[in-house]
């Protein structure tokens, strides 16, 4: 295994955005691709060593950029004020995110009939906007995602893991109970899991311990939703 | 492989009881095992075949007998007559289940240090019930259980995962709600997972296509759910 990663800077709407490429430059032919969506802070590290597992795991993952070249946070105030008009439209963020999409199923290395995306805190708002948008994928996951929408889809073509934490306060239960009636009515083909115990942001390791507030890294739920996620591509990228 | 299977009769409280062991004769040596915990209508087929695919899985199966020999039920009508005096006496189904552990732990070929219960519907109620209890085992799995209890947990020391139909009539969204309310103030090691589209009994294979009412075999809740299965005893079996 050789795991190689690239920066590369690609458009969207006349916004350069850059991105970040990981694969076993090793291993021979097409793969399946995996689109990795950021956080509300823009893509940074965390992402990225996702990416390098993904890599490791066999796929092709591509950490796109939904907020654009060079916009990323280095505060909690920082966080709110670059991902605030995104929140505020969706069509913004689908249209991101599908020029992430066409970036990673463009790549000389990636089998653009397989491709899943997940996406972390923001980026599994960002997944489930996707597959509302009729995004052409094989699957998405939200890993403690946000599911808010102004616009619930009718139907839903892609299948959908959703991965989340019992005692998530920035997604508390009403929500998850919106999610659950969204999905039902339009009859998706989706998945949820509550893992105990869990807050917000249950799979950044690079979390301090014993944080304030509503995120905390708890290894438990981490692994359960890492070995959740190869399930659901053994099932979706075969 | 050559699994072998046997009926056994035992007591609990002089009750006569008739469960059914199923593992592989070929394989030698102590191994985990499984209890295995019927529906509304008693120790029947569907149970016993299950018992046979985690015998195939390399555990040692046991399909207790919660009602009592010869306690069986062959119309709906019979279900709810001969499982009602249970669901009323949550203590019975504590003792009769634990009845059954002893059984499966007493069994030449298992591994009592390493023990599981599964359950399905009226089941699923009697391995929660269990872990509220606090029966010694490692992890109990409710497939299509219920969830309401007049004794709810204050702390739970065994690891819980529960499976249920997104869509589930019997156990419907509110008492989802209970149940994430309980587990999360008892501080359990638990986890949820809600399979999109799934009603009742969406594990049973057995059941005619078409039926009215709050059942239906669902094929892919099926085979996931017997996934998470598998990822959750490779996690409290191991």
Redesign the interface.
Known sequence: MSVKTESTEYKQGGTSCEGYFAYDDAKPGKRPGVLVVHEWGGLGDYVKQRCGMLAELGYVAFGCDIFGKGVRASTMEDCARISEPFYKDRGLIRARAQAGLEQLKGHARVDAGKVAAIGYCFGGLTVLEMARGGAQVNGVISFHGQFNTPVPAKSIGTK?LVLHG??DPVTP?EEV?GL?KE??EA???????????AKHTFTNYNLPPNLPGPAAYQE?ADK?SW??MK?FFA?VLA
């Open positions: 959908i019992a005692s239960p109970a659950l999905m039902e009859k998706a083909d989706w998945e949820f899991i509550l893992y105990g115990g438990k359960r070995q959740a399930d099932e």
